[in-house]
């Protein structure tokens, strides 16, 4: 008995030691839980940024992150930070009254306003705030408002970059006159043509009836705005045959990077194609011997409503806040600074397109810095409409309602009632 | 007793076999058909709908069967139009190049030929297929063949053109399954008795008289066992259609294979997806009756 007390004592002291010594540390400084779905050199990208930040962390990556969330949230075991990639989960957060503010309007806010208008344009300040109150941060961004073109192709014909709706529908005509076809879309790919419908249509209502549209559904496919946006689409377009590359039944049997090499390839079937940033990662790598920014570049989707300008239909993360500590705000302050977000710009693996306006637009490649730009100066930032929308609606059912609407645009109506039937029970 | 011994260890030999048939073919089964009956998102539906998913897919789903148009259309009805064409289809060029190559010369590199897209993976062959299709003349050999024959001709988007696509679709899948066919009706026409053959030429029967009156009636068995599998490929079609068209375009090649697929895997809707389901296995389940009862009886035959 007493040789056994001899052996565990020196043990059960060591023991209680230890245990005293971490609480200790504990309460020095807390350890920041941070979650998201990055792994991989993305993860690499983001570790840059925390380890430099100087608050402890510790960083889970999941692929599943939404569902993971939702059940840790659910047994009361939220991460203090997260990161979710929709916008409408923030909203549903929000409301259940599991996130905390990070701006209020209030002096002790997490994130003062003073910073916030300092780094981020009102457009993603509008993205984070629900109700009044300002609860997502925007971490990073890319842009589906970039309309490429061939600077050669815009000069030889004698030609500017369209402004304006107005403007396009002028370009289409002065390329048809000088005998080419203007546009190429690639509509076997449903989601092209969504991305065509949301750049237009939040360009004529603005993010709050796009909103109603795609997420909650209050307003129906046939409203009159819908109506008036699928019109704007239709001029683009028709007559088919002259407009577009390879008529109604080659759009509709091209998919979306088919779509680009038609305007890039030698002997261009086309002049002109809409899709997003990422685009040209597709061009570097099936025509590495043209100069990005030189032999092909973008241009801001067009203005339709002056009122509105030009809104971004983009993609991102947003950071959410589950529990408060002092850690916690110094983590997202460092988040929403110049520092942090020119580190993870520029870095070596997993570099992003940073939404913040205080990044030097010198740390990326040209048209990385073009898309940049573009984001950081959005008077409007809405995300990607249709993949806010249930699956069988922005996945299916509007993709078949616009490859109809593609091939017989005088009936749109009756494609229009299709995607409203399959709207309406699906919410 | 020992009787009852026997018995009981034929059982035992069983009983792996009935438990995995339990587990992996029975229990998804009946797990199909109950989900089939709920509404609603996600692989746990809670809200219970009766048949209104099958009174839905039957009358209000335009792209899975519309009738209220001429020509009726919709998933059902492209899978009918597999079902004759292709079935079909495998079965006359098998038949055809198995008899009219028989005995050739060339009959091993035609052969080969035809088997080649079945050794490769149908959605490798696919991708060929779209090359093979596509309106862009500088990519499309069809397109820039038929140029070459009518300098006139104006390239046709094969996949993408509603009245074509389905078309193109089946003489793709015929492509690849007419080797199969072949393979087995070629081996079931050479092991017929050449002394037969002899005899109805000796008896001045013209070679079409032979093959019509002697070598089919010898051949139905093979005949049908082809004909009821491609049947069920069919009818089980989906890698075609999701690789080259995605169904499209605006959802006029679908199939209902496809259609089971897209509505569980791309819409979240495994309630109404497992109702297309349960409606694809209507048809393919006597089918595959008759295919077992034909080897059960080929083999006692034996």
Redesign the interface.
Known sequence: MRRMLIVFLPLLVVGFLVTTGSQQAAAQSKTVSILATWGGDEEAGFRAVLDASGVAYSYEGNRDSTVVLKTRVAANNAPDIAFLPRPGEVAAYARQGSLVPLNQGQSDDILPTSLLNANYAKGFIDLGTVDGKFYALIAKANSKSTFWYKPASLRAIGAKIPDTWDDLLALEDKYIAAGKTPLSIG????WTLTDWFENIYVRMVGADTYMKLHVTHEVKWTDPTVVAAIQKFIQVFTPQDKKLA?????????AFI?GFN?ILRP?P?AELYYEGGFMSSFAKQNFPKLVPGKDYDFFDFPSIDPQYGKPVVGGGDLAVVFASSPEVTKLMRWLAGKQANTIWASAKKGAVVSPNKQVSLSVYSVLTAKEAKQLTQASIFVFDGSDMA???VG??AE??AL??II?DPENFMDALN?LE?VAARSY | MKERGAQLRAWLFILPALVLLAAYLVYPTIQTFRMSLFGGAGFNPTRFVGLRNYLQLLTHDSLFLKITRWPPSGALVNNILWLILFSGGTLVFGLLIAVIANGTRLERIVKSAVFLPMVISATAAAVIARFLFSPDASVGLLNAILKGLFPGFTPVAWLGTSEVVNFALIATGVWIWTGLSMTVLSAAYKSIDTQILEAARVDGASPWMTFWRISLPILAQPISFVAITMIINSLKMIDLVLVMTVGGPAGTSRVIGFSFYWEVFNNNLVGYGSAVAILMLIPLAPLMVVQVRRIRRQESGK
């Open positions: 509509g076997q790919d449903g390879g008529g109604v039944s080659g759009t509709l049997s091209t088919d038609l002997n079937a249930p699956p069988a996945g299916d993709f078949t490859q109809r091939k299709f039937e």
